[in-house]
Structure formats: structure tokens, C-alpha cells
């Protein structure tokens, strides 16, 4: 027995396991026996030098009880097991930990001491890092492919965002969008390093989950990642690829055209429908800035403008936000070993179905709210509008001097290519079906309907077992983690931010704060950088006694 704990428990359950009769012949010896065995003792005297047991014999212990103590050993709470801070909020810090132990155990230590404490606990909590990718091969999910077959529109967001852990490494992601423009992630898989094999791996398999067949049926919008554009041209060579507006006008700055007016000429131009509209905004655009109009000319606008966009998917999108909500979402996820990061996303994504299918129930109406929303914002806009019968199904409508469109009611088509674009009714169109006194409803395409919501969100993520009932594959070969590529420095947690965006807020910026020195006093250095003379080395200036000053 090592320690106090140890031996009390033995005694106490070898004599509450003795039977009456053998205890009451020992009875007369035990009496004078002095036996002490709480846990809030500070210390522990046992004497049984009376009492016969079999196997068993105790003469004396006195011992301190040091099990608060944080020693070397760290053989109790010191493990993290049971600290609550740990499972609920495991992303403490380590001056905060350290005012925690000086509060529950009184005891000073190291920020260093902690940190390995601390990492120390979260392996015992989440599994070490190497450990879990041995375990990857009983580790299995399925992609959410019914869901998307259920109803989903033909285009797919791709973004890959990097690791936090200590292997690093990257996680390739594929959202699609459901009914009421949600998000609804298809697929995810972390890889070694985000380049064109590892893009061409993560496709493939895709492609097979989605059983897209004809690379016609499917547009991709990305952020233009490393090795991305030349997988897709490789799997899917007739497939849209559409970059996003947000990168393009971030590199559009980076090559030095900044001001806010040639901004806005690249989004309008961006949000342009019609060809004809699109060369007015870049005619526009070369007469404010000749060079600004050549670096945007050698951009493809069949890949950032909608009016070079096709009509297959039924979206109009211009940036990848559904990829930077899916990245938002699995943020805290991305710092854990492989396992439990998989395992925290899977399960994010569950009882992201199950929500969304319970709102959906709740729904009043055909169309889901956010259409409904864009549908009575065109009808608004529609007032405006004077359609003319033409003959058959085609409409001329008036919405001003020099605005005029075509409406094809049986095509659901409209010059201005918007309806065509998204499959909602734009407001020409709403204004010949308010002139034939019919339902704007009956001309939306069924991938905004409430009942493709239920059944895209019918299909959900089946719970999974703990790994400690996992079928154990003993005749596979563990999977080894990638190669540690750790460069100088500490390692970053934190994406380096685009120039306009907002810097944090928990914190004041020393932007047009003055350093000043605090060895010579002086202002635009620190001490750590201070090249003056301080101390002794001032010369010091001497006046003769009774020589005339200078005024």
C-alpha cells in the first residue's frame, strides 16, 4: 500500500466483509483497537496488531494526507479529471489556471507547469493526437447525399481551412444550400496540405456520393484554393466554376485600386443581368481608371458576373458565404485530435438537421420565409411596372423610359435574366401574373417549397457509439499521423485578416499611441531598443567656483 488512501480502503472493506460470527470472536481484541480512516483526517494512526485476518496484516500506518499537493507526481486532481473547468470550457487559460491552483491548493507555479498540465489534461479528456489516427479506420460517416438528392440546388460550395492542432494540416469542406438558402454540408475530410491532389481526392469521392454523372448538372463556387481550379477541370471539365466576388475585390485592392468608387463599379458590374449592362459598368469603369479596367478585363466574367452566368443551378450567388458559415460553425472543432474533431462536427451537423427539420414543420404557407421575403419584395417593386399582352404567353413590360423586357410566362423566362437566374419571379414577370389575377407561387421552380425543405431535412445523421464499443480492426495496420511540419515561431490560432476588415474589439489598439523610452525619456523607441546615454554614462557638466556664468 503507497499512500494513506490506499491502505484506509483496504481495511475498511476487508472488515465490513467479515461475517458476524468472525467478528464477534475478534471482539474482546478489537475493542482496544483504534482505527481512523475519514478523509478529512490530516492524518491516519491504524493499530490492529490484535486482530488475526488471513492475508492481511496491518501493524501501523501515519501518514500526512498530501493529496492536494502538487508535486512531480501529479498523481490526483492535478490530472485534470476531476476539474469541471476541463469539460466545459476547455480552452482556459493558463494565468487563469494558475490563479486557480494558488486559490484551491495554495500553491504557486509556472505558467510553463500549467501549460503541460493543461495539455496533459486534455489528452486524458479528448484522447492524445497520435492516438486517435490509429483509430481512424473504425471511424466511418457518411455524407449527408440523400439530402442533397432530396431537393438540393445544383451548386456546391468548396473551401478548405486549416488545422489547429498539432499535427496541423487542412479540412476540406463541400456545402450545398437547401430551400430557404440555408446552408447544408455535404461532406468534410482533413487531409495533409491543401494542394491539387489532395482536391482531386476529396472531388472524387464526392462525385460518387452525389452521383453526379454529367458535369453539366453542377456548378462550384470557390474561393480559388491552391490546386482546386485544376482538380475541377480535370474531374468535371464541362462544370461552372464561380469565384467569389469578395476574394476578387480583395485582390482588386492589393493591386492598388482602393477607392470606394471603383469598389462599387466592380460590384455593379459584378450584379449586372445582361451582357449590355455589363459592358456599360466596365465602359464606365476604363473611363475612371484605365489600369483598373485592364486588371479587371483579364478576369474571366463567365466566373464572377451574373450576366455570364448560367441558368442550371438556380442561383445567383456572388460570394461563398455558405462555406464561411460551415468554417464559422466548426471553428472550436478545428483545435482537437482527429477523432474528436470529426466526432464534434458530426455531431454539429445532427442536431443541425434535426433543427432545421423542426422549423420547418412550424412553416405557414407553400414557400419557405426567406423566398416568401425576396417574392413580396418584387411584388412591391412590380407596382411600377405596365405590362402589355403580345400574343400567346409573351408580355411586354414597362417599367420606365428606356426600361423594357420580354415576359415568357410558359418558358418562365424574362429579358432581364433574373427570373431565369434564381427561378423566382422577378417583378416584370410578377406584374403579368397579377395582370392575369393568377398565384405568384404556381411560377416559382419546386426547389423553394416547403415540402423540399421536409424532405431535404427528412434524411438525418444516425447517432453513433462511443469509441469504447467500436468494433476493434486488429488485422489493419494503424494509420500513422502526417509528418510534423512545425515551423520556427509560435504557432498560429488565428487567420490573418483582409485590410478592411474589423480589427477585435476586446481589446484597444496602440495605433497613434506614443512609445516612450524609460531609460533616456525620450519619445520613439523602448528600452528593449535604446541606444542613448543613461546613468553614469551622462556626462556630467561641472562649474568652477566663482566662474562667471553664461546668460
Known sequence: MSNRREATSVVTSTLTGLNDETFNENEENISGSNLSGSDSDASESVSLDSLNIDGIEVDELSDTDDSGRLDSAHETDSDGQNWPEFNLENDIGNPRLKQDVKRDFCCLVSLTKCRRAKLRALELIEGAHKAQYEKVYEYLLEACKDGYRAGCRRIVGLDGCFLKGYYGGYLLAAVGIDANNGIYPLAYAAVESENQASWLWFLELLAIDLEIISSYQISFMSDKQKGLLEAICMLFPNAETRHCVRHLHSNFK????????????????????????????????????????????????????????????????????LSESFNKIILEARGKPILTMMETIRTKIMLLIV?????????????????????????????????????????????????QHVVDLVEKSCSCRNWDLTGIPCMHALAVIHHKDEFPE??????????????????????????????????????????????????????????????????????????????????????????????????????????????
Open 254 to 321: 492589393k493591386a492598388g485600386f482602393r477607392t470606394k468608387e471603383l469598389k462599387d463599379l466592380l460590384w455593379k458590374a459584378a450584379r449586372a443581368s445582361t451582357i449590355r449592362e455589363f459592358d456599360d459598368v466596365m465602359d464606365e469603369l476604363r473611363n475612371t481608371n484605365q489600369h483598373a479596367y485592364d486588371w479587371l478585363k483579364e478576369k474571366n466574367p463567365t466566373h464572377w458576373s451574373r450576366s455570364h452566368f448560367s441558368f442550371r443551378s438556380h442561383s445567383d450567388m456572388l460570394v461563398n458565404n
Open 442 to 551: 404556381t411560377y416559382l421552380q419546386t426547389c423553394y417549397t416547403k415540402q423540399t425543405q421536409l424532405q431535404i431535412y427528412s434524411n438525418f445523421v444516425s447517432p453513433v457509439r462511443g469509441p469504447k464499443q467500436w468494433t476493434s480492426l486488429s488485422n489493419m495496420l494503424p494509420i500513422l499521423p502526417p509528418p510534423l511540419r512545425r515551423p520556427p515561431g509560435r504557432p498560429t490560432k488565428v487567420r490573418r485578416k483582409e485590410l478592411d476588415e474589423g480589427q477585435t474589439t476586446n481589446r484597444l489598439s496602440k495605433r497613434g499611441v506614443e512609445m516612450r523610452c524609460s531609460k533616456c525619456k525620450r519619445i520613439g523607441h523602448n528600452k528593449r531598443s535604446c541606444k542613448g546615454e543613461v546613468g553614469q554614462n551622462i556626462p556630467v557638466i561641472k562649474h568652477q567656483v566663482g566662474a562667471p556664468t553664461q546668460q
Open 355 to 403: 433543427k432545421k427539420k423542426e422549423e420547418a414543420d412550424k412553416w405557414k404557407g407553400m414557400l419557405c420565409p426567406k423566398i416568401k421575403k425576396k417574392v413580396d419584395a418584387n411584388i412591391k417593386d412590380s407596382l411600377r411596372c405596365v405590362p402589355s399582352h403580345a400574343g400567346g404567353d409573351k408580355y411586354q413590360v414597362e417599367c420606365g423610359p428606356g426600361s
